[in-house]
């Protein structure tokens, strides 16, 4: 027996009015909720996100600050190669009181250290001291395009005129040869500069003369250590033979 219903309620179905309006209000409904509980990047504990949170290829260039990543962030193969700089750069000597390399990055030689030359002087003059203050080294390559650097190395634990101060504070002009001391360097084979020593007229040659701080010509007992070193392209030098 069917049940007894109000007559308004027996057989009749919701409106399509009142369903759309119906599934209307459940939308708006569940919008504001979703509102409510959106998370955002305040609401993620810092370092709490990893690699494995982050689906695979979607975090883009434009997701990355600029200037932001470094080459250790990167493979090796994947950063571009600059460049080559010119083979050689940089090479050096350091040749100690006595006119001899005492160490080096390679392929320098020296060919007279404060020699006495030959007299070719008139009578009665005598000019077989004309190189006796300088050095005459061979560095193996033409040094048409290369620089050339000299400077005189601190020797503090050799006492160079017998005052027993080696600490660099003896009073007077030129009273610290240990510290002291002027230096000049060139290429020989160039117009300016007159390289006398046999073999050493030439572009693969330069000639450092280290002086006493007031100009005067050093000796025995108070020449000077210094560093040499020749600057740019050296692709042309050439290993002196073994």
């Not at 494995?52 to 090796?76: C, H, M, P, Q, Y």
């Not at 250290?113 to 006796?132: C, H, I, M, V």
């Not at 300016?192 to 040659?205: D, F, I, K, Q």
Request: positive net charge.
């Amino acid at each position: 027996m069917r049940p007894h219903l109000p007559r308004l309620l027996r057989g009749r179905r919701p409106s399509p009015a009142l369903i759309i309006s119906s599934l209307a209000l459940v939308v708006a409904t569940g919008g504001t909720s979703y509102a409510a509980v959106m998370i955002t990047g305040k609401d993620i504990k810092n370092g709490t996100v990893s690699s494995k949170d982050i689906r695979n290829n979607t975090v883009k260039s434009k997701d990355v600050k600029n200037g932001s990543l470094r080459a250790k962030d990167f493979r090796e193969s994947d950063l571009p190669q600059g460049p080559q700089g010119p083979a050689g750069v940089g090479r050096w000597a350091l040749v100690n009181a006595a006119g001899q390399i005492e160490a080096q990055s390679g392929g320098f030689s020296i060919t007279a250290a404060y020699p006495t030359l030959p007299n070719t002087a008139p009578a009665p003059g005598d000019n077989s001291a004309r190189a006796n203050g300088n050095v005459y080294i061979n560095a193996n390559e033409p040094l048409g395009n290369n620089g050339v650097l000299a400077v005189v190395a601190l020797q503090n634990t050799v006492d160079q005129n017998g005052d027993a101060i080696t600490n660099g504070r003896a009073p007077g002009a030129d009273a610290n040869p240990e510290f002291s001391g002027e230096i000049s360097v060139s290429q020989c084979g160039v117009p300016v500069t007159a390289c006398a020593p046999p073999g050493t007229a030439n572009l693969n040659h330069l000639v450092v003369s280290p002086r006493l701080s007031n100009g005067g010509v050093t000796t025995a007992d108070n020449r000077k250590r210094f560093y040499v070193v020749v600057t740019g392209d050296s692709a042309d030098y050439v290993a002196p033979a073994a």
